[in-house]
Structures are given as structure tokens and as C-alpha cells.
């Protein structure tokens, strides 16, 4: 729950400013609108994400394996931008509200007094403790995040046993509520309204999934340990959840009951952090500065969480869609990336805390909205009541984003990134093998060991589709003259059906079958010439002798054929097969020859 919490609870630092700022003296009411959304709305929906991915993948693989082929790898693509934005914008927001904290403390040189200077120097240290390795650090979550929420419930726990003291705080706050708003209808109305920009105290649900592999479980079997854990889990994010509320609710009433508006407007001393600015007031500069020194490390260690999020979320996807390199694999050099795109972002917002928020909404909302849809699709009972969440965090969402664009514009950005350097990737990648293991049914063996006998195998490759005898001897006779084949050599016929286009690694299915004296090898793969290949080196491996597989040439555009082979695995195979062979033996005398005639 700690390591879900260093994102989650940390947004106490700056939700309730940002609540006051976007609902004013509704923001108690705003509040109460997030605290029942996220009870009856984000608990239920990522209870169900835990059950369909208890493996820590999170919605994402849930769309992914509801919505397959290109369908669902376009839309991974799409929630990876977002998810990009809403794990860097938390570093970098995180980081400058870190900063806000250090800045206003008055023990504070004043020569830190540079919010964007010391926000970089954050964001980079932050990095750096990456670079050294993360896991050491773990176990610090849960020091970090017990003493801030005893901090945060002793802070608002005061003030509102002082608020009970002296109740002309509540008399003045509505009175200043009946200014703003009068009947009682609008305020909820209003409250709904202003919920978009509230979204902050969302975060931290798709993390509290990501956290299941290392969720205990009990039981005998393996099934009964995964039960276990779904339980444990959906435990973890409860308990989260209700002292999350428990805080927002409190914060949020101390914030409109015992702060002045102006000091939380931009520059105010409450700005980005009411209740270190209640601590100091209220309980002197040195309690404050203890409560400023655990919000500093949350918030720092919350961009922590978020950049784990980010190494967690792109080798899983983007590597094994063939579009990312293999170093996007590596944790170092990721991180490198990660930490110049923060404080890319940071300079671009000058480390503002408010202005931020828009597109930290943004992703957590587009996050909480995809989990919502995948369990509105994967869902058999309850639907009506997953799609009615469905419906109200799809309105929040575009709300959110018609409001304050800046957040789908900086995902926009990421989305066209990711796209882009996606199909760079994919084409650069085309020629590796892609094939991760190949494997043959009893005919397929039969098949390889008869050529392991003879040290000689030739390979006539085939297109799929091919039926009957006699088209098969057509095909050999072509094959014997073109290529000055003997009628005594061992020929197989080998056959590769395009299988799901989209999908970049898999293992090879050979099945052997005879079709009167004829004996075809057949295959599905979603790259032809990459399988053929892959098939040759593994026979070349497994017969001990070197394969000799023979093409016919194909008409046509060469250009087109590129294309064709980059967008459906196939088209001119021959010279394709032939370079991703090169790449995968550079000694001339072990590679199987291909042959065009």
C-alpha cells in the first residue's frame, strides 16, 4: 500500500490549493463529488482490473487482449502517450511542488529560493538514484508514507478541533458559499462540474494494480495463491482509497474553513501547499518544517513511483511490438529519457504547480477511463452499472480536456512520439528473426529426422492454398527445372501463412503433412520471410547439414513490395529472407543458401 501511496497520498500536498482554486468555497462539496466517485466508482472498476490482470498489467493488457490485431496495439500506443503524460507530468509536478515546499520554508538559504532551478536539480537527482538502482530504495516507501499521513491526519485533526473551538470559520465560510452560490441545487450541480479539475486525487490506482506481483498470496495451489492475492489486493486498494478520503474530506474543510483565499491565489504563501502553510501558522516554524521535510521526500519519492510506472510500462509493450529498439529493454538508458523529458517539461512549464495540473488530470482521467471501458467490455454481470462509470468518467475526461487543453495536447505530443518512433523501430527491426522458438508436430519430425539421415535438404517454398497431387508435382517440376534440381534429392515443400500482422515476436508451429508422395511443412507466422528463415537455421541446426530453399521471382514494384511486407509480413520473400539470414549468421559458410529461379 506504501508504494502505491508515495503517488497517491503524496497529491495531499497540493490537491486541496488546487481543489479551492477550481471550486472556491464549493470545494468541500467538489470533494465529497471525488471521495463518492472514487468509492463507488475507481474501487469497483480497478477490483475487476485486479481480477483480469492479476500479474500487475494493468488495463491496458486487458484492452490489449479484448481488442486484438492492430485494433488493440493502435490503442495501447494511444493510453502509452497518455500514460506517459500522466507518469512524467507527476514527476515533474511533484517535483516542483516539492520545490514550492523548499522555497517557503523559512529555515530555507536564500540562495534555493529558484523553483525552477531547484525543481531540476530534483527531477535529475531523482534520475540518478535510477542509474544506481531503485531497489535498495524500496523499502523506504513505508517510512515515508507512515510518517506523512500522521503528519497530514495530526495537521487536519487540529484544525478541526480548532474549527469546533471557534466555529466563526464555518459561519464565514458559508456565508462567502451563499455568495457564490445560493441554491442548493446549483451548488450540486456545480460541484459536479468542477469534479473534472479534481481528478488529481484519483491517481494512483493503475499503480496500485502494478503493484500485484508482489502481493502475497496463501493457498495450497497456484489458483488458490492467485484467488488469495486478487483479494489482497483489492484489500490494498481499499484501505487506500478510504483513508484517502477520509484526508481529502478533511483537507478540503480546513482548506475553505481556516485559509485565507488570497494566500492560496498564484504566489500566496499557501500556494501548492495549504497544509504545510497551516502547519507553520498554527503549530510554529519548527513542527512545520518537519511537516515540510516528509512532504518534500513523499513528493520526491512519488516521482519515484512514477518513473518505476514508466521503466514497467514500455519494455512490456513497445519492445515486444517491434517498436522500440532492444536497449528500451535496459533500465539505464530509459531513464536517461525519462529524466530528460522532465525537465524538458519542467522548463516548458516553469515549474508551476498549477499549471501542471490540466494535464496531470488528463492522464490520470484517460487512464481511469480505459479501465473503466476494459471492464465495461470484459464484464458479464453488472454491465450496466461498469458502463454507467464508463459513461461519467468519459464525460470528466473530455470536460477535463476541453477545459484545459494543455494536458491532450502534451499527450498528443507523446502519442506522435511513440507513433512515430514506433514505425521507425518496425522498420529497422524487420529483419531480425522475430521468431522466439520453433516447434514441430510427430509428421514435421518425422520429416526432419529423414532428412537428418540423408545430411541434404532442400526446401521449395510454396504459397499456402496449394491442393492436390498434382499441384504439388507441378510445382517440383517447375522447382527441378529452374533450379537443375536431381529427382533423387530430399525435397520438402514448405508453406507460411500470414497469421496476426500486427504481433512482431512469436514461436513457429510446423506441422508435416504428405500429400501423396509429397511431404509440405506448414506454418502460420506474421512475418513470412522472417519465419522461413528462422525455419532454415533451426533445421540447419537440428539435421546438421545446411538447407537450400528455392524461390521463384516474383513481378512487380520492388517499392511495393517493401511496403506491402512492412504492412502484412509478406511480399518479395526471397531477398528479405535472405537479409534477415545475413544478420543472423554473419558466417557466410553456416547461413542456408537461398536460391531464385
Known amino acids: 500500500m506504501c508504494l502505491t501511496g508515495v503517488d497517491y497520498f503524496s497529491t495531499l500536498g497540493y490537491q486541496p490549493g488546487i481543489a479551492f482554486l477550481a471550486a472556491g468555497y464549493l470545494s468541500p462539496l467538489a470533494t465529497l463529488v471525488l471521495v463518492l466517485l472514487t468509492l463507488f466508482g475507481a474501487l469497483p472498476v480497478y477490483g475487476r482490473i485486479a481480477a483480469l490482470s492479476p500479474n500487475g498489467q494493468g488495463s ?3 484492452l490489449e487482449e479484448r481488442l486484438p490485431r492492430w485494433r488493440g496495439k493502435a490503442l495501447v500506443l494511444c493510453l502509452l502517450g497518455f500514460a506517459a503524460t500522466d507518469f512524467v507530468i507527476t514527476i515533474t509536478l511533484s517535483a516542483a511542488d516539492a520545490t514550492a515546499h523548499i522555497v517557503e520554508n523559512p529555515f530555507v538559504p536564500g540562495w534555493l529560493h529558484h523553483q525552477l532551478g531547484v525543481t531540476l536539480l530534483l527531477v535529475a537527482a531523482l534520475g540518478g538514484v535510477f542509474l544506481r538502482g531503485f531497489r535498495e530504495a524500496i523499502g523506504i516507501a513505508v517510512l515515508l508514507v507512515g510518517t506523512y499521513l500522521l503528519l497530514n491526519a495530526f495537521v487536519v485533526s ?9 466555529p466563526s470559520g464555518i459561519s464565514t465560510w458559508m456565508s462567502r458559499l451563499l455568495v457564490q452560490q445560493s441554491n442548493p441545487f446549483l451548488m450540486i450541480g456545480l460541484s459536479l462540474w468542477f469534479f473534472p479539475k479534481l481528478a488529481l486525487g484519483l491517481s494512483g490506482f493503475e499503480t496500485g ?3 500485484m506481483p508482489l502481493v502475497a498470496g496463501e493457498g495450497a495451489t497456484d489458483e488458490e495463491r492467485l484467488q488469495s492475492r486478487i483479494r489482497h489486493t483489492k484489500t490494498l486498494l481499499g484501505t487506500a482509497a478510504a483513508i484517502m478520503s477520509v484526508l481529502l474530506i478533511g483537507s478540503a474543510v480546513v482548506t475553505a474553513t481556516r485559509v485565507p483565499a488570497d494566500a492560496m491565489r498564484a504566489g500566496g504563501e499557501a500556494s501548492g501547499r495549504v497544509l504545510a502553510y497551516l502547519a507553520h501558522r498554527d503549530l510554529g516554524q519548527w513542527f512545520g518544517s518537519v511537516y515540510d521535510l516528509a512532504t518534500i521526500a513523499i513528493l520526491w519519492f512519488a516521482g519515484a513511483s512514477a518513473m518505476a510506472g514508466l521503466l514497467n510500462l514500455v519494455p512490456r509493450y513497445l519492445p515486444r511490438y517491434g517498436m522500440a529498439p532492444d536497449w528500451a529493454r535496459a533500465t539505464r538508458p530509459l531513464v536517461l529519457l525519462i529524466t530528460a523529458i522532465g525537465c524538458l517539461v519542467t522548463i516548458i512549464f516553469r515549474a508551476d504547480v498549477e499549471a501542471q495540473g490540466g494535464a496531470y488530470a488528463t492522464g490520470v482521467l484517460v487512464l481511469i477511463t480505459s479501465a473503466a471501458v476494459a471492464v465495461t467490455i470484459a464484464q458479464t454481470r453488472h454491465r450496466r452499472a461498469f458502463l454507467a ?3 461519467i468518467f468519459v464525460y470528466t475526461t473530455i470536460l477535463n480536456m476541453v477545459e484545459r487543453p494543455e494536458g491532450l495536447k502534451i499527450a498528443a505530443w507523446f502519442i506522435a512520439a511513440i507513433v512515430v518512433s514506433s514505425l521507425v523501430s ?10 522466439e522458438s520453433v516447434d514441430y508436430d510427430d509428421g514435421a519430425l518425422a520429416f526432419v529426422r529423414e532428412a537428418a539421415g540423408r545430411r541434404l535438404l532442400r526446401i521449395v517454398a510454396s504459397r499456402p492454398g496449394t491442393s492436390g497431387t498434382e499441384e504439388y508435382q507441378r510445382k517440383l517440376l517447375n522447382a527441378q527445372h529452374a533450379h537443375h534440381l536431381s529427382s533423387r534429392d530430399y525435397v520438402l515443400f514448405l508453406e507460411v501463412r500470414p497469421g496476426d500482422v500486427s504481433a512482431f515476436t512469436g514461436s513457429l508451429h510446423v506441422q508435416g503433412v504428405s500429400v501423396g508422395p509429397h511431404r509440405v511443412l506448414r506454418c502460420t507466422s506474421p512475418a513470412v520471410p522472417n519465419a522461413i528463415a528462422a525455419l532454415l537455421l533451426d533445421l540447419r541446426d537440428r539435421t546438421y547439414s545446411i538447407p537450400h530453399a528455392y524461390f521463384g521471382w ?14 502484412f509480413g509478406e511480399g518479395d520473400t526471397a531477398p528479405v529472407c535472405r537479409e534477415v539470414l545475413r544478420q543472423a549468421e554473419p558466417d557466410p559458410s553456416r547461413r542456408p543458401r537461398i536460391h531464385l529461379g
Do not use: C, H, M, Q
Request: a neutral charge.
Open 60 to 62: 491496458l493488457a486487458v
Open 158 to 166: 487540529y484544525e478541526l478541533v480548532e474549527l469546533w473551538r471557534d
Open 209 to 211: 494494480v502494478a503493484v
Open 389 to 391: 462509470v464508463t459513461l
Open 426 to 435: 518496425r522498420a529497422v527491426r524487420s529483419t531480425e528473426v522475430r521468431i
Open 554 to 567: 516474383t513481378e512487380g514494384n520492388p517499392v511495393a513490395y517493401l511496403l506491402k511486407f512492412l504492412a
